[in-house]
């Protein structure tokens, strides 16, 4: 439960000990980890000593279920001469260490991040004769911040969220969420650590999906090309009812280019897919997808549990609602790190975990296999060949319905147990399957109908004999029954 009330800096003693006047009379009291935030706050807005603020009312390290335990509001006269409108400044305040006594976040020195490392920051354009900051962005930014608390994955610049929702719970197509480093807003150093800025930006489903199918960055850079759909400071319109592809039809075009000139960083997704091994007979005790010691199942391994994982770090969830995306565990120094493209791509390059096969699961090299996917997942094999293997990288469909995963690899691929010499090779109920640029080539053509999924009837079946290969697009219920 939240409250909304002036702020300022909040007294150290947290509720009940009284209100502060954030003019800085009592330091002494502040919280020094809120203090340095509202300091840089302060900066940007010295006549705004007391902004309203959206406050936990039971502290998360009281019980509460809220990790923020503030987002102050301030109003942001924009900039006219770079196009920039009047909006709604928001700043949380909970993910770094504000306190220093490791009642939220271990104290781990001050060289290093304080905390998760950021605090999140949200524009929203202000509606003509509004008074007052709506309070639903405070709300939005608690849910990021459980996450982020629950999972223990941080946020970089670039990285995606898929909502699945308006983000105001309207009928607003602005549903899903990018974040990039607040254009104002500065690194600060505290006693605890130093907090860097992430904004949260608002966009449309095809503004997500291009870039999934591309990266976060380069989305980010066309929305800042375009004034009504963010312009230079990305502040969100929660009206805005065209994409930037429909404002701008030739932005698809640089999506495209991108994708083909610098690959797609989607490197999977969770998936509602699953395989067969056409090599042995379906009522073989060794069934593909599980591998039985005695009478039971083995699973995935730890190991390979935790490579998936990993791979999947910043992939798109699909068939739930809402959605938070798993995050590139590849950072520097607090910051994302996006590899150049390369022609020799590693499975151990996102992952700490190498491949180290299960003692009572062995590695088997399959001679036909029979991969289903569902028509969502489907639609996202051409992106899978074109920006990925392609690119001389892998990509990985996780099941989102039990263990079974299927991981496309290309030649360049390190590490990987799927060789030239036996391109399809099972670890327990993880298949991987390498395709060689030239077979890439030609699936591609053979699928070509899948970039336009709405046009063709399922079940839908591809086939390459000679490769004994066989691709299904099937209906989402076939995945909802015990045999998937």
Known sequence: MEGVRPGGVPPAGGPGSGSASGSGSFPSLFPPGLHGIYGECRRLYPD???PLQVTAILKYWLGGPDPLDYVSMYRNMGNPALNVPEHWHYVSFGLSDLYGDNRVHEFTGTDGPSGFGFELTF???????????PTWPAELMQGLARYVFQSENTFCSGDHVSWHSPLDNSESRIQHMLLTEDPQMQPVQTPFGVVTFLQIVGVCTEELHAAQQWNGQGILELLR???????PW?????????TIFEIDPHLQERVDKGIETDGSNLSGVSAKCAWDDLSRPPEDDEDSRSICIGTQPRRLSGKDTEQIRETLRRGLEINSKPVLPPINAQRQNGLNLDRAPSRKDSLESESSAAIIPHELVRTRQLESVHLKFNQESGALIPLCLRGRLLHGRHFTYKSITGDTAITFVSTGVEGAFATEEHPYAAHGPWLQILLTEEFVERMLEDLEDLNSPEEFKLPKEYSWPEKKLKVSILPDAVFDSPLH
């Open 225 to 231: 090309t375009v004034p009504v759909a963010g312009g």
């Open 48 to 50: 705004q000593p007391n």
């Open 123 to 133: 524009r929203l354009k202000r509606e003509t004769g509004e008074s007052a900051p």
């Open 234 to 242: 990305l502040i969100t319109d929660m009206r805005r009812g065209e």
